[in-house]
């Protein structure tokens, strides 16, 4: 006997109460660990400020904001964009926003979506769990947002404004790749803002006062003629820390700048997997939302229909390519690994031994606590999976007049395939390699940096304009230089004071 | 359970701040395009929002990027055709290109486009320009009055009474005026107490406290309830305010020698004028008059677009002007402007009238008084008498247009804000 909880496309807060329970309990049963849900219906229109804010409930003021919204806005009201139906915030409670435009069906799909899957990705994942504070960042971000409209009181909103520029042309290279930050709630930040100040000043004076040495100490300078000691990829970081002419709140606000960029650094890491999470437990969440009855046909087919859309990939000369769509790798790939454990046949025996015939939803859970989108692809996407999505690979070689069709969807292309299709998810590998190399501590205070380019790829030429910026931060002058292959230096660029 | 927030009702416009930010950051180039589109802009638009241009590399967040070029390996779904080892020719129009499709909306991807609203638009637009000597005028002649509360009285008329002051008034002089005969009253009546208990006491004496007693009594009583004394009034004064309305005449040539065009750019000045005035002033009346060798108040319809013929008399205009001033405008209430277009013909001998009444008797009254010329001859007659104005009259001005995109620069010579 069918009961559904609704039969209209209308909803209301009682039913999206009704089918939160429904699926918490379905979601329960299936092992899903999530923090608390938050659900917050809003407007059209306040979809459009979260989306200027990079989804960011609270954010501080800054003009590039501005720009996101009136373009954002721009491309809504001439209909050349649809907004996302829903909006996820990694923190605890897990913060999902739902349109108010959304049907019923819309809704309990968003629910299944963010507040179950992504949330429970959010807890899980290793990286989110190494590298945000899902109990710490809405904190965070009100501290943020009060020190700089402080800030801004207190020194002028150019002032401010200015430095935040810098920051953002560097926020990319303002990542801790290695190592581990520590988890801080406001209060604790902001009393460790004043100590930080004063401290963070001292290092740097005696940084500088060192720089006229006796004899003796020019000797063991010798002896450690680079500073750094071993080269930095967190340009921020070290600015934040060495730059001499900085004022203790223009630090801070650079520590701002990074931790924020920090806190989002494993979205962008785990893309495909986040998604593909997500899809693959909205889709399973609501076919057994039918499977008991609980949702009547019409339900279901809208729902097929918005799933399938989502998770569909136009072919490379399709007019709508836009690259490999994330959301249908990833739900491909995540459903794939279920059926290899639940219908393994020959292939995927030979090819993932370890998880053919295993229990699913264990191996699932293991595959979305232990990776990111890179090592995810390179451990699991099967060869069946390159066959239905009819994957090749293309070699640019600038130097070759043709491209070259490096290994297509068969027996010898498998391995080189997943293997590629890896590296093109690999941050490091996307974002140009530039490390702060050396300061010429005796000298001019010049700061040196190193650009090594990974198979020739040439920086584009924005990076004098990021240059100044970080002359801006630095105070001295900023080269750049690039190496080659051999590790020689190739050519440089500079901005002098 | 979820906590379930509905967010729908909280401020929206989070983004407002930072759309300010960014217009701020961009002003000049915001104003730069403003400027070059007010002369394209059709006339009945001019109060609706604007969509503004500025270039996207000016607005660019620079990052460390990589550029085209080197080796790359990329995935590719669908693959259809192509074997292992195939060789594909590059394509053309591809990198390097990227970010210059052309968007659906016919516009480059090159500019960044917006809309900014009205309000956003006249502040940029009338950025740093200011109504000529409005303070000093306003200071003088603050001629209009608000009744405002203004404490207590003592004296009034009996519609102010306050009841509650009254009373309490009353009540402080009752206590008052009766403390010292209580006082009296009770020494005596303890003093009579004392003189009963005692066995075969004075009998006189007595009678005499008891006497005074009665007296002390009478006297308590006869305190009034309430004096005129104890009155108190609500008290009202009349401040000064500074009027809030405006009135602008436009006197325009309709003469056969002004054409369609010529009224057209007067228009826009009077237009630009009308919109600046509604930004000082709440309420903003026009007057429209026109005149050949007679002048007539007009509606807007028939000032700008209907034609005649003949000769012109500039003065007719000015005569008018003052006499509906007169009638309608008293000066202690209205600020008001004037504008007078024209394409500088008048009939000789009727220049040094002009002069005179403009000298002697309008611009005593007026806020200001701005004459725009727009013609691509040479000046005339009636120039050459303006000008001798020009000296003894700061609220005079004038000004030579010759082509649409004189309006606004001219617009803005005309209200710069003085420095001091």
């Known amino acids: 006997m069918r009961e559904p909880i ?44 979260a989306y200027a804010s990079i989804g960011m409930p609270i954010g501080y003021s800054h003009w590039s904001f501005g720009k996101h919204f009136i373009r954002n806005e721009q491309q809504y009201r001439r209909g050349h964009m649809g907004l996302a139906y829903e909006i996820v915030i990694n923190s605890n409670p897990c913060i999902a926003y739902l349109m108010e435009e959304n049907t019923m069906m819309m809704q309990a799909l968003v629910i299944a979506h963010a507040s179950f899957g992504h949330n429970s990705f959010f807890k899980g994942n290793y990286l989110f769990r190494a590298w945000t504070d899902a109990e710490a960042i809405i904190d965070y971000l009100v501290f943020a947002k009060r020190y700089i409209a402080e800030c801004e009181e207190r020194y002028g909103i150019e002032a401010v404004e200015n430095l935040l520029d810098s920051c953002h042309a560097l926020q990319n290279h303002g990542v801790d790749r290695y190592k581990r930050p520590y988890p801080v709630s406001m209060r604790e930040e902001k009393e460790r803002v004043k100590e930080r100040e004063a401290y963070l000043q001292s290092q740097v004076n005696d940084l500088w006062h060192k720089t006229i040495p006796q004899k003796k100490a020019r000797e063991e300078e010798a002896r450690q003629s680079n500073f750094p000691e071993e080269p930095q990829e967190n340009i921020l970081y070290f600015i934040e820390k060495n730059a001499p002419l900085l004022e203790p709140w223009q630090r801070e606000v650079v520590r701002i700048v990074r931790k924020i960029g920090q806190y989002f650094y494993p979205q962008r890491q785990t893309q495909v997997m986040n998604e593909g999470w997500a899809c693959f437990w909205h889709y399973h969440i609501m076919n057994t939302l039918y499977d008991r009855g609980k949702v009547t046909d019409g339900f279901m087919l809208e729902f097929i229909q918005s799933h399938t859309n989502v ?4 072919d490379f000369d399709s007019p709508h390519f836009g ?41 699932l859970d293991f595959a979305m606590r232990n990776f990111k989108d890179e090592s995810f692809i390179s451990q699991f996407l099967s ?27 068969n027996d010898s292309g498998y391995r080189h395939i997943r293997h590629s299709l890896s590296n093109q998810y690999n941050l490091s590998m996307n974002e140009p390699n530039i490390q702060v190399y050396n300061v010429d501590m005796r000298g001019d205070r010049s700061l040196t940096l190193r650009y090594v380019p990974h198979n020739r790829v040439p920086l584009a030429d924005t990076s004098a304009e990021v240059l100044r910026h970080l002359h801006r931060l630095w105070g001295f002058g900023v080269k750049l230089e690039t190496l080659d292959d051999e590790g020689e230096v190739i050519g440089s660029e500079e901005c002098a004071a | 359970m979820a906590q379930l927030i509905d967010r729908r009702p909280n401020a929206k416009g989070k983004s407002t701040v930072n759309r300010q930010r960014f217009l701020r950051r961009y002003k000049t180039q915001i104003k730069k395009a403003i400027s070059e589109q007010i002369s394209e802009r059709s006339i009945t638009n001019i109060d609706s929002g604007e969509s503004v241009s500025i270039p996207t590399r000016d607005i660019a967040e620079p990052t460390f990027r990589s550029d085209q070029g080197g080796v790359r390996e990329g995935v590719y779904p669908g693959n259809k055709e192509f074997a292992q080892g195939d060789k594909i020719k590059r394509p053309v129009n591809q990198g390097g290109e990227k970010g210059r499709r052309a968007s659906d909306s016919g516009e480059g991807e090159d ?67 009766g403390a010292e005969p209580r006082r009296r009253l009770r020494e005596l009546e303890a003093e009579l107490q004392a003189l009963e208990q005692e066995v075969g006491g004075d009998e006189a004496r007595r009678r ?16 009034p309830f309430i004096d005129t004394f104890d009155l108190r009034f609500n008290n009202f004064v009349q401040r000064p305010e500074p009027t809030s309305q405006a009135v602008m005449f436009c006197l325009m040539d309709v003469s056969g020698s002004m054409d369609q065009e010529t009224k057209d750019i007067a228009k826009r000045f009077y237009i630009l004028l009308y919109l600046f005035l509604t930004r000082s002033y709440r309420d903003v009346d026009v007057v429209y008059i026109r005149h050949h060798t007679q002048a007539k108040e007009v509606d807007e319809e028939e000032f700008f677009y209907s034609r005649e013929t003949g000769g012109t008399i500039v003065s007719s205009a000015l005569e008018l002007t003052r006499d509906i001033i007169a009638q309608r405008y008293p000066p202690t209430d209205w600020n008001i402007y004037a504008a007078q277009a024209s394409d500088g013909d008048n009939w000789n001998d009727d220049s040094p009238v002009c002069e005179q009444i403009l000298a002697k008797q ?59």
Not at chain 1, 18 to 24: K, P, V
Not at chain 1, 311 to 314: E, K
Not at chain 2, 147 to 170: E, H, K, Q, W, Y
């Open chain 2, 111 to 177: 500019d960044f486009v917006f809309e900014i609203s009205r309000d956003e638009y006249l502040d940029m637009l009338f950025d740093d320009l200011e109504l000529p000597n409005l303070q000093k005028n306003q200071l003088r002649k603050m001629t209009k009055s608000k009744t405002v509360r203004a404490g207590f009285t003592n004296d009034g008329v009996p519609t102010n009474i306050n009841v509650v002051r009254s009373l309490r008034s009353a009540l402080s002089r009752r206590i008052a005026i």
């Open chain 2, 362 to 420: 309008l611009l005593p009254q007026l806020r200001y008084f701005a004459y725009v010329e727009i013609t691509r001859r040479d000046h005339q007659g009636l120039w050459a008498h303006y000008e001798n104005l020009l000296q003894s009259n700061d609220n005079f001005a004038m000004q030579h247009i010759r082509e649409h995109q004189d309006i606004y620069p001219v617009f803005r010579e005309f209200f710069r804000k003085q420095t001091q």
């Open chain 1, 6 to 49: 609704s039969t209209g496309a209308e909803w209301t807060f009682e039913l999206i109460e009704q089918y939160h329970a429904e699926i918490e309990a379905i979601a329960e049963e299936y092992g899903l660990d999530t923090y608390p849900n938050q659900v917050e219906l809003i407007t059209a229109e306040q979809m459009l400020d």
């Open chain 2, 208 to 223: 005499e406290l008891q006497q005074e007693i009665e007296a002390l009594k009478g006297r308590i009583k006869r305190i």
């Open chain 1, 323 to 363: 690259g490999i769509n994330p959301y249908a790798l990833g739900y491909a790939m995540m459903s794939d690994i279920k059926r290899i454990c639940v219908d393994p046949d020959e292939e995927d025996r030979k090819w993932f031994p370890d998880i053919a015939g295993s229990d699913w939803q264990r191996t």
């Open chain 1, 383 to 409: 060869p069946r999976l390159i066959r239905e999505f009819k994957l090749f690979s293309i070699l640019d070689d600038e130097e070759r007049s043709e491209l070259e069709v490096t290994s297509i969807h």
């Open chain 1, 311 to 314: 998770v569909s990939q136009p």
